[in-house]
């Protein structure tokens, strides 16, 4: 554990008896002109670290007698000075305080009207937090059962949990009071276990959290002198780690939110007490946290910059010094950016300076020259856009409308230009996409930002907060200051590029609503989204124009093959090619997946490979599994397969019992004795996830790729349904 070593000037023993400094601060005080650190006093003195650390942080407001005469004695205070060193008597009991308070902030404690409640059952104290860290919602039977005996519970656990509600309600009763009937208004059963009935500040927990809510609501508002005071109120509430002493429950769900809340709460904390030039105040809080976290550098960043403010750069230095060497050692890794960001500031002397209290009388050196204005940093450029894919072909019409729709001549004022870009899987949106922000690199100089968003992809569409937080990295805002809702991350990111000129681009989007997050508000910006769902409340509320995206024509796709292959093959067998193209139905990923398996054999000829696919009855009778050529395509095609609800999967297997071309509403109705109506609008909502394509008014159209893999999944699943053709 890092020392945690106070150096500095005493005060005058006149202010000693004074109530400007806490019983805490005073011994902080002391221990700092000694030069020790709080594990040398602790053990000189003979008591636990932890004791000593609640005491100078304000946890322990009346230690007993005897912790305080042998902290005098190691401390070389006189009996005099050592009685002013003592706390006051205990206050009285504030009216406000004869309510009901559970704290789990700390070791668990119960107070009515001030006075502590003893709760000497294990079970029952485990019981009253497990209720307390899932306040206001209930505990249910099972998860109770599993807190109070979390591996083999006795076949009369339920009776025994019974008998432990019962003894945790007596707790809660008023002290003397204990003859009356249970207070079923504190503890009382749901329809699935057992909830406290409490308002919020009844519950340290809940008090916290309402507090800290408003410091950032505050903090959001701009007023940061609230925003101060309310999160001061806030971390005020932990008297230690939560339920310190219970072994078991800090590892809930609930309870290990609350501990990261803790840490947030000290974080902003500390930002506000920087800004409005008091960070003595959270001096204490930071050291106790930074022991309990040494390998936290958001924490000791902070901890480095409220030292150097209160005068203490030397100790600052060290303390960076010291978490360099711990971070090499323990995990191999340099300091990151917020360490180093803070030991620049440091150095600079870039910083705030304390306005007024007891941790400027800390400073071991004269008052630091005023901080120099420093000029502002350059504005970080992201350049996010992929690398352009290799022999882009044709093009030139789509290429010619994004440049009409999103480089505007300046008229559309407040308008954002965006386009929507839709097609088939393996049509070549993205390749699309990127080749056009290479095209206009220079017409947005200050960056390009690019982000994948998973709407069709092997893991789970990303959240937008996760794009937001991506950006505003690159846009330089450090991990330590990025917004922790949706609605303030998106805020930042639109005033960040009020006035920047940036292209974003969104590929493989799944929902509107991962869209317009990231849509910046500033017209000079552009927007570009590529996805497979034509998302028609894009278009219709948003009013972002769509550019469907089709097939190469034949001309196109053979050049792409050609330019693949770069060896003269398809000049040599034009007609092959062309063959080949019509098995890739003009598709760009099945033409380079053709091309990679002429590459990998060079022998084979085009003609020879269209006579072995043709042989082997490729794409109709094999099963998915078993021809590797096309299991690539086939995964894209399944990625939008799989979303569709099993109605709409049955009408696109349905049209591998066609030609796959011009096929109209009526013949589907007839293969699927429904009606025309109904068949226009399943194939319509296929149109609208791109897994069909209406090429004239009620006809319907698939490439031959899909059309094959219609038909595999036919044979796979409706196999005791023969094809037919229509």
Avoid at 44 to 57: C, F, T
Avoid at 75 to 92: H, K, M, V
Avoid at 378 to 383: E, I
Avoid at 644 to 655: G, I, K
Wanted: net charge positive.
């Amino acid at each position: 554990m890092m020392g945690n070593r106070v150096r500095g000037t005493a005060p005058a023993d006149e202010d000693l008896g004074g109530g400007s400094w806490s019983f805490g601060e005073r011994l902080l005080s002391f221990r700092g002109r000694e030069g020790l650190t709080q594990r040398e006093l602790a053990e000189r003195a003979g008591v636990s670290v932890r004791v000593l650390r609640d005491i100078e942080h304000g946890r322990v407001h009346r230690p007993q007698t005897r912790t305080v005469r042998l902290l005098a004695r190691v401390l070389g205070l006189d009996a005099d000075t050592a009685r002013q060193l003592a706390p006051p008597a205990r206050e009285a009991v504030r009216p406000g305080n004869e309510r009901l308070h559970i704290g789990i902030l700390g070791p668990l404690s119960v107070r009515y009207r001030g006075v502590e409640t003893h709760v000497h059952a294990a079970k029952v104290r485990r019981l009253l937090a497990l209720l307390a860290v899932r306040y206001p919602e209930a505990a249910g039977l099972g998860e109770i059962t599993h807190a109070l005996w979390p591996k083999d519970p006795p076949r009369s656990y339920q009776n025994l949990v019974h008998t432990y509600v019962s003894q945790a309600r007596r707790v809660l009763l008023l002290p003397g009071d204990e003859a009356q009937a249970p207070a079923p208004s504190f503890l009382a059963r749901t329809h699935t276990g057992y909830v406290l009935e409490l308002e919020r500040d009844q519950v340290d927990l809940t008090q916290f959290q309402d507090l800290w809510a408003r410091a950032r609501q505050a903090h959001g508002a701009g007023d940061a002198e609230a925003a101060h005071e309310l999160a001061e109120r806030a971390y005020g509430c932990w008297r230690g780690p939560l339920l310190a002493g219970e072994p078991l429950l800090p590892h809930h769900p609930a309870a290990m939110a609350a501990a990261r809340q803790r840490v947030e709460s000290l974080l902003l904390y500390t930002d506000l007490s920087l800004q409005v030039r008091r960070p003595e105040r959270v001096l204490g809080a930071l050291r106790g946290a930074t022991e309990e976290e040494p390998l936290h550098e958001g924490l000791q960043a902070r901890l480095m910059l409220v030292l150097a403010s209160c005068g203490e750069q030397r100790e600052a230095l060290r303390i960076y010094s010291e978490v360099a060497r711990r971070l090499d050692r323990e995990l191999g890794v340099q300091p990151g950016d917020e360490l180093r960001r803070a030991h620049l500031r440091i150095l600079h002397q870039e910083l705030p300076w304390p306005r007024t209290g007891p941790a400027a009388a800390w400073a071991a050196f004269d008052a630091p020259p005023a901080p120099r204005p420093a000029a502002p940093p350059p504005r970080p450029r992201p350049s996010q856009t992929p690398a352009a894919s290799t022999g882009f072909v044709g093009r030139t019409a789509e290429l010619k409308r994004l440049d009409r729709l999103l480089l505007p001549t300046g008229e559309q004022v407040g308008q954002v230009p965006a386009v929507l870009v839709t097609g088939f899987p393996g049509v070549g949106k993205t390749a699309l996409a990127v080749r056009w922000a290479h095209r206009v690199r220079d017409r947005f100089p200050d960056g390009q930002l690019y982000v994948d968003l998973h709407g069709y992809a092997d893991r789970r569409p990303l959240h937008p907060q996760e794009a937001l937080a991506s950006f505003l990295r690159a846009l330089g805002v450090p991990d330590g200051e990025l917004p922790r809702s949706l609605d303030e991350a998106a805020n930042l990111y639109r005033t960040l590029l009020s006035d920047r000129r940036m292209l974003i681009v969104l590929d493989n989007a799944r929902e509107e609503s991962q869209i317009r997050p990231l849509v910046p508000g500033a017209a000079g910006c552009a927007v570009l989204v590529t996805g497979r769902d034509t998302l028609p409340g894009l278009v219709a509320r948003d009013g972002v124009p769509r550019l469907d995206l089709d097939v190469l024509g034949e001309d196109e796709a053979i050049t792409l093959l050609a330019r693949l292959l770069r060896s003269g093959r398809v000049d040599a067998e034009p007609l092959a090619a062309r063959a080949l193209n019509r098995q890739c139905g003009g598709l760009p990923l099945a033409i380079r997946l053709l091309a990679a398996r002429l590459e990998e054999h060079p022998r084979v000829g085009i003609a020879q490979l269209c006579v072995e696919l043709q042989e082997a009855g490729a794409f109709r009778e094999l099963p998915v599994e078993n021809d590797d050529l096309f299991t690539a395509v086939h995964a894209a095609f399944e990625l939008s397969y799989v979303s569709l609800p099993e109605p709409l999967r049955r009408w696109f297997r349905l049209f591998a019992r066609t030609e796959g071309r011009l096929v109209s509403g009526y013949a589907m109705a007839d293969l699927a004795g429904t009606t025309p109506l109904e068949a226009t609008r399943a194939l319509r909502r296929l149109v609208g996830v791109s897994l069909l394509r209406e090429c004239a008014p009620n006809r319907f159209s698939l490439p031959a790729p899909l059309l094959r893999y219609a038909r595999r999944l036919a044979l796979r699943e409706d196999a005791q349904c023969p094809l037919r053709s229509v």
